[in-house]
């Protein structure tokens, strides 16, 4: 059975920061493509930084210089590292494992609020 279980949000002011961590298990950890997703209120889920099983990573425009994604592959577990936090960073963030070859074998997370107050 595979789970995906988020932690690390939580009520921060703006400028502040937060680092979320998805422990996964039930799944070849690293060889899944391991996303962050957020939901805002009344808006469509988005993606919001993405690191391959090598490492790679690539950020949604809003995040880049920012957050910062990363993976332990011995702890089976990705971490988004999230600074100078605004107040649209509002929204509960999914952690989203995804195989790049094998497009039925994609998991999620319940989600982890983040809010941002000004």
């Known amino acids: 059975q595979v789970q995906l279980v988020e932690s690390g949000g939580g009520l921060v002011q703006a400028g502040g920061s937060l680092r979320l961590s998805c422990a996964a298990s039930?799944?070849?950890?690293?060889?899944?493509?391991m996303n962050w997703y957020r939901q805002a209120p009344g808006k469509q889920r988005e993606l919001v930084a993405v690191i391959s099983g090598g490492g790679t990573t690539t950020y949604e425009d809003s995040a880049k210089g920012r957050f910062t994604i990363s993976r332990d592959n011995a702890r089976n577990t990705v971490y988004l590292q999230m600074n100078s936090l605004k107040p649209e960073d509002t929204a509960v963030y999914y952690c989203?494992?995804?195989?790049?070859?094998?497009?039925?074998?994609?998991?999620w997370g319940q989600g982890t609020q983040v809010t941002v107050s000004s």
């Open positions: 039930g799944i070849t950890f690293g060889n899944y493509n």
């Open positions: 989203n494992a995804e195989h790049p070859r094998i497009g039925r074998w994609n998991y």
